[in-house]
């Protein structure tokens, strides 16, 4: 199969990597910054591109990515700093609802057609903390804006592309052990991605839009 991954440099998208290149499919890592993780893989499988999906794809960017696409892992996403009601600035709430929310809307939409050729799947990596039914400690506006956001264009998109063929499903990680977690997460990303890609492989047992956590476990939002 081929994989796109983004954010896929370290934490969870790097795992996906591995974990993906190790079942012996081809996978292409779109990374923000330095290559960090990636730079160890040494895999004729593993492409990896340089690409901040803030921006539009250029056209040097797309003639790197595969004709079809049979998996798409919208993963790039920041937290952002102080959240609180009384520190959060309106440039906070608008640069984490452009990486965790509109790049993702974004990128499918550059994407699309390669998707829909392959008949593939779409995985959008939100969090808990994106529902409003979960949400009983406050705080983290931007943060819980913008994976709210995600999950609604999430379940739009798997509306949308369903005559197509392509199944979208919107994924809970987990609490992981992340460098944006400080190591703190209740679970390594080893578990969270093994989990994921059950769900993602099982797209079809889920109602359409469905949030999903990495155990299956299906999150009202």
Excluded at 62 to 82: K, R, V
Excluded at 86 to 105: G, R
Aim: glycine share 8%; hydrophobic share 40%; aromatic share 6%.
């Amino acid at each position: 199969m081929n994989i796109v991954i983004t954010g896929a440099n370290r934490g969870i998208g790097l795992e996906f990597v591995r974990q993906y290149l190790l079942t012996g499919d081809e996978v292409w890592a779109c990374h923000r910054g330095d290559l960090a993780g990636l730079s160890a893989i040494d895999s004729p499988l593993l492409h990896t591109i340089h690409w901040d999906v803030t921006q539009a794809l250029s056209a040097e960017t797309e003639a790197q990515l595969p004709a079809t696409i049979d998996i798409l892992i919208n993963n790039a996403g920041i937290y952002g700093h102080d959240q609180q009601l009384n520190k959060i600035s309106a440039e906070t709430m608008h640069n984490v609802f452009d990486v965790n929310c509109i790049a993702p809307v974004m990128v499918v939409q550059s994407l699309v057609q390669r998707v829909c050729a392959a008949r593939g799947r779409i995985a959008n990596l939100s969090s808990k903390m994106g529902s409003s039914t979960d949400n009983s400690s406050g705080g983290c506006y931007a943060y819980r804006a913008a994976k709210a956001a995600l999950i609604i264009c999430s379940k739009s998109m798997a509306i949308d592309l369903q005559p197509q063929g392509v199944g979208v499903i919107t994924l809970h990680p987990g609490w992981v052990k992340t460098d944006m977690t400080s190591q703190s997460g209740l679970i390594d990303t080893q578990t969270s991605v093994a989990g994921m890609r059950k769900v993602i492989d099982n797209i079809a047992n889920y109602d359409l839009g469905t949030f999903v956590a990495f155990d299956g476990q299906q999150i009202p939002f």
